[in-house]
């Protein structure tokens, strides 16, 4: 379920900043927004509204579903740190072997 969520909320998030970079800013910005591209489809007024309304549904998605992934990935984390683990043990590699000269007693 998490990752049909985390599918939804990549693509609201995706859409959210197609809105956003298509609303005409305050300063006039690249000119994309402007009326006179749109042909007879909406006003500029109408096509204001129809961003603004788009941008706080999708606004209000992204929100929501953040919440809830974050709600469903709380008891899935691993508690504590590396920090408070014991080191692993030492790995010591066995003395090499060396025959006995003839001869000589081995205990």
Avoid: K, W, Y
Avoid at 34 to 59: D, P, V, Y
């Amino acid at each position: 379920m998490a990752t049909v969520l985390l599918i939804i909320h990549l693509f609201v998030t995706l859409a959210l900043i197609g809105v956003v970079l298509l609303q005409r800013s305050e300063g006039g910005g690249l000119g994309i927004g402007s009326s006179q591209g749109m042909g007879s489809f909406m006003g500029g007024r109408g096509t204001a509204n129809l961003l603004t309304r788009t941008t706080g549904i999708l606004g209000t998605l992204f929100f929501v579903l953040s919440l809830t992934l974050a709600l469903l990935g709380r008891g899935t984390g691993l508690r504590g740190s590396i920090l408070d683990a014991p080191p692993p043990p030492a790995a010591t590699a066995p003395a090499p072997v060396t025959p006995a000269a003839p001869g000589v007693p081995t205990n």
